[in-house]
């Protein structure tokens, strides 16, 4: 199954941090103006020719980015729920700082240790969810899947830096 990883587009948070969202309600931001260019000129790309459905994640900045994409090609699109951001708080309580859990999940490495402090999702659980997700649309032979740059690493390499709407491109 060949499966075209497209990062959502630029997001903004201004009016969920105006409302004082936390937790998951910071998954609420959506995308920016140059965010929603940025789909659109992923669209028009070439590499997405011959896919037959697109799998999104349902954080509004990657569904609104998905949606973009699917209007413009007529791709159809999904909503498959583990396709989701990481988890830097498995237990949902959000009583630390998110991003004393990220330096911690990056200093490790993504993995469990005696050392870890915070319930963030390892690297290894948010792979297995993303593939399960992924190959639960094996009846296609090339789908795109718009989600977030820390889930694309699962299904390339840990360090990988993708840019918004930035692209790439595996074999599951």
């Not at 900045?61 to 989701?84: F, K, Y």
Request: with cysteine.
């Amino acid at each position: 199954m060949e499966v075209i990883l497209i990062r959502h587009g630029e997001p903004r948070y201004d009016e969920v941090q105006l409302r004082g969202y936390v937790g998951m309600g910071f998954e609420l931001g959506k995308l920016t103006d140059q965010g929603m260019m940025q789909a659109a000129r992923r669209a028009a790309d070439p590499i997405l020719k011959d896919a037959t459905l697109i799998i999104t994640s349902p954080y509004t900045r990657a569904l609104q980015t998905a949606a973009i994409i699917s209007r413009l090609t007529q791709i159809p699109l999904v909503v498959e729920n583990d396709v989701h951001e990481w988890m830097p708080d498995t237990t949902f309580t959000f009583n630390y700082r998110v991003e004393d859990a990220s330096e911690e999940y990056w200093r490790l490495k993504g993995k469990d240790s005696p050392e870890k402090k915070y319930h963030w999702e390892t690297y290894e659980h948010l792979k297995e969810r993303v593939r399960k997700a992924i190959l639960n649309h094996q009846d296609h032979e090339k789908v795109i899947v718009v989600c977030h740059g820390i889930v694309m690493s699962t299904l390339t390499h840990f360090d990988d830096i993708i840019e918004h709407c930035g692209v790439r491109q595996v074999t599951l």
